[in-house]
């Protein structure tokens, strides 16, 4: 069983940054794969943003491409996403997620049991 506890999330004007933090409890962080999504409000689909296997390959949502960048300390037992260049669209609960069955994992909300609590980032124009 993995804890994941998000932190680092604000309100921005447009154009500004961010860096999310997820810390991860529990487990051997190495072993898992993580990833960032994000829903814009209760009920609605969560949507993928950026995914880093246990050896370091990384996927990001179209969206997001050249200006979030996820990373990894395993030695901390953390994950981050660095947000450049935020948009109002970027306006979301951000939650970080972990799992292990996926041999070749992706940003699909099915392919991950562990999930945060999640921190919102509200960036207004």
């Known amino acids: 069983q993995v804890q994941l506890v998000e932190s680092g999330g604000g309100s921005v004007q447009t154009g500004g940054s961010l860096r999310l933090s997820c810390t991860a409890s529990?487990?051997?962080?190495?072993?898992?794969?993580l990833a960032w999504f994000r829903q814009v409000m209760p009920g609605k689909e969560r949507e993928g943003v950026a995914l880093i296997e246990s050896g370091g390959s990384t996927e990001y949502a179209d969206s997001v491409k050249g200006r979030f960048t996820i990373s990894r300390d395993n030695a901390k037992n953390t994950l981050y996403l660095q947000m450049n260049d935020l948009r109002p669209e970027d306006t979301a609960m951000y939650f970080c997620?972990?799992?292990?069955?996926?041999?070749?994992?992706?940003?699909?909300?099915?392919?991950?049991?562990?999930w945060g609590q999640g921190t919102q980032v509200t960036v207004s124009s």
């Open positions: 529990g487990t051997t962080f190495s072993r898992y794969y």
């Open positions: 997620a972990a799992d292990t069955r996926y041999y070749l994992p992706s940003l699909r909300v099915n392919e991950f049991n562990y």
